[in-house]
């Protein structure tokens, strides 16, 4: 059963930066397109980040330049570098699969817990 858990979300002050994790179990990894979403409170969920399996990127562009997504096929993980985090970056992150590297593609897998990422000013 294919199951995405995202980790390393915590509270930073403006400026600062975190990584988080996304490893993936059930699935053949090295052949799906990931990407990294996040749902802010009294909003929709938008999709921030994405990565095709040749490693191609493309990013909203509330973060364009301040995020970097990155997969590791060998362990089955995705990652969302985050840097110079601002108080607007606060929100529930999450991975999911994308249908297909193209814009508005549906998620295709169960939502995880996501991982809370706080940014104090």
């Known amino acids: 059963q294919m199951q995405l858990v995202e980790s390393g979300g915590g509270l930073v002050q403006a400026g600062g930066s975190l990584r988080l994790s996304c490893v993936a ?64 970056d606060t929100a529930v992150y999450y991975c999911n699969i994308p249908r297909g590297y193209y814009r508005n593609a549906p998620a295709t897998a169960n939502w995880g817990r996501g991982t809370q990422v706080t940014v104090s000013s």
Do not use: H
Request: charged share 30%.
């Open 25 to 88: 179990t059930g699935l053949t990894f090295s052949n799906k397109v990931m990407a990294w979403y996040r749902q802010a409170p009294g909003k929709q969920r938008e999709l921030i980040a994405r990565i095709s399996i040749r490693e191609d990127t493309d990013y909203a562009d509330s973060v364009k330049g301040r995020f970097a997504i990155s997969r590791d096929n060998a362990k089955n993980t995705a990652y969302l570098q985050m840097n110079s985090l601002k108080p607007e």
